[in-house]
């Protein structure tokens, strides 16, 4: 009898244990199946919505280009040959600086008209640069107001030569402060 006892056990351990079995399956089923109607439903959201944002930014930039006669040339990069090197004074102390510089201009035509230029346009960067002081050159916002003086004064410079602006845009690629 207690053989028998014993034998009743596991069988009903046996039956729980395929009942637990069956509703892990069901689990992973329903899981399975709601993951895969979670990404449906994502996938459906950005195929029926990207539409509508790619329509504005179209007309966005018709409306920019509009604005600038230039910005349907094709922006091309001049580097500077060299870096800038220069010394400035805080306090008591020179300090090191190295700056490299390439220049945005729009259209071949004013990239080989500045690429001809380059010795005018080192010159200029060279004085508007000597004349930076260290806290303009420690703050971002010195840094823009130097990147748009040299901005000025290159398009000055290449203006009374060429009778036009050639630079787009100045950028500094690289900037070390000792």
């Known amino acids: 009898m207690a053989d028998n006892d014993n034998e009743n056990e596991d069988m009903s351990l046996d039956e729980e244990g395929g009942a637990q079995g069956g509703s892990k399956k069901k689990l992973i089923i329903i899981i399975v199946a709601v993951v895969l109607l979670l990404g449906g439903g994502v996938a459906a959201y950005f ?34 040959p060299r870096p800038f090197v220069f010394n400035v004074m805080d306090g008591k102390r020179d300090r090191l600086v190295q700056i490299k510089v390439q220049l945005m201009v729009r259209g071949a035509d004013n990239e080989i008209l500045a690429k001809k230029h380059i010795p005018l346009l080192e010159g200029t960067l060279v004085r508007i640069f000597g004349g930076a002081t260290i806290a303009q050159l420690r703050s971002p916002e010195g840094k823009d107001q130097l990147r748009e003086a040299a901005l000025e004064g290159l398009n000055e410079a290449t203006t009374k030569l060429e009778g036009k602006a050639l630079i787009h845009t100045v950028l500094f690629t690289g900037f070390v402060l000792q």
């Open 47 to 80: 195929l029926l919505f990207s539409g509508d944002d790619s329509e504005t930014a179209t007309e966005q930039i018709a409306e920019v280009s509009d604005q600038a006669p230039d910005s349907h040339l094709s922006a091309t990069y001049v580097a500077m």
